[in-house]
């Protein structure tokens, strides 16, 4: 079966740290670049950073820059969400995406994304 099970999160004070997994199964996962997305209570869900297959390119949104880093493990299949200084406005739903569309991945639209983690919980308190 096709996957991508993700898990940390949970509830953290501003200015904390947490670290999202995103493990793949049943895909060539060093043929993918993986999105983390997140989604905020009423709004729009929207890319916070992108890793390519190989790990060599990586882009982040001008919010978290600087303070999120996204890396991935090829023997383990797992891309990671180091994420610190965090911010109220951080608060949303994370979830993470896979694609060997790398236009897709980088700007393409949501709605392509065929294949989604869950999501995972990440609140911040101030």
């Known amino acids: 079966e096709v996957q991508l099970v993700q898990s940390g999160g949970g509830l953290v004070q501003a200015g904390g740290s947490l670290r999202l997994s995103c493990v793949a199964s049943?895909?060539?996962?060093?043929?993918?670049?993986i999105t983390w997305f997140r989604q905020a209570p009423g709004k729009e869900r929207e890319r916070v950073s992108t890793i390519s297959n190989s790990g060599g390119e990586t882009l982040y949104a001008e919010s978290v820059k600087g303070r999120f880093t996204i890396s991935r493990d090829g023997a383990k299949k797992t891309v990671y969400l180091q994420m610190n200084s965090l911010k109220p406005e951080d608060t949303a739903v994370y979830y993470c995406?896979?694609?060997?569309?790398?236009?897709?991945?980088?700007?393409?639209?949501?709605?392509?994304?065929?294949?989604w983690g869950r999501g995972t919980q990440v609140t911040v308190s101030s």
């Open positions: 995406a896979a694609t060997t569309d790398w236009t897709l991945a980088t700007s393409g639209p949501i709605y392509e994304y065929e294949l």
């Open positions: 049943g895909l060539a996962f060093d043929d993918y670049a």
